[in-house]
Structures are given as C-alpha cells and as structure tokens.
C-alpha cells in the first residue's frame, strides 16, 4: 500500500500551483471525480514541482512537494477550493484520486476529513487503480 501524505488547509488568498492542463488530465479527473462520487464540477488541479520525496512501503520514494513542513504528494484546499498535486509519470501513482476523495467528502458533509476517518478511504486506492 503506497502511502500519501496529503493536507487539508485554509488559504486565504494565497494559491499555489500551476493550472496547466496535462495530457489526459479532463477524462482522468472525470473518471477519478466520478468514482469517488465527487458532486458538481470537480476541483481546479493546480501542479507543484516535486522538491520532496518520502519512502513507499514497497522500497520506493514518492514525489512530494513541501507544504507547511511536510512532503507531500498532493494537498485539497477549501478556501477557493482547488487541488495541489506533483506529477509522478502517470495518473494511478499520482494522488489525484485521493485528493478527489476529500474533495468529495468536503461537497457532501462540509469537512474534507483530512485524519481519513471516514469508510470511504476503503475505495480511494481502488479508484486510482481506475486511472491509466
Ligand atoms: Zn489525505
């Protein structure tokens, strides 16, 4: 199980990343968005440079970004609301599903359950499995 450090955080009037479309990304983010039963349109994905890696439990380093002391591989913010991600080479290593996750759960109950708390984490890794 590959392990993603991701945050949840309040900005005001501070975006990061950069909103470039990638090649694939509009059917990857409606594949994920549907999947995790994203309400709505889904969130702007905004890309970071990666300047981090963390270890994976198979014995790999993933890419992260440096977001308030931490490496991270991608991040949902909620004040605008917009995704930060750091390309990996492919969408299913990417934490787009799972920033989609909380995405979802932040339209639906208003808290994007950044503890991963709630039983819908179960198919988060199953959705990114979806993605090419
Ligand atoms: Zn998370």
Known sequence: MRSLVA???VLVGCVQGDFT????Q??????????VGGA?????????????STPTDEGGRLLGFLERGQCASGAHFTAPEYVNLVW???WRSSALAHE?????????TGDDDAGHMRPEWAVANDVALLLP
């Open 7 to 9: 945050l949840a955080a």
């Open 40 to 52: 709505g349109d889904a969130p702007a994905i905004g890309w970071r440079e990666a300047e981090c």
């Open 26 to 35: 509009r059917e990857a983010v409606a594949l994920a968005w549907h999947a």
């Open 100 to 108: 989609l996750m909380h995405a979802a759960l932040y339209r639906r």
């Open 21 to 24: 479309e990638r090649a694939g």
């Open 88 to 90: 990996p080479g492919d």
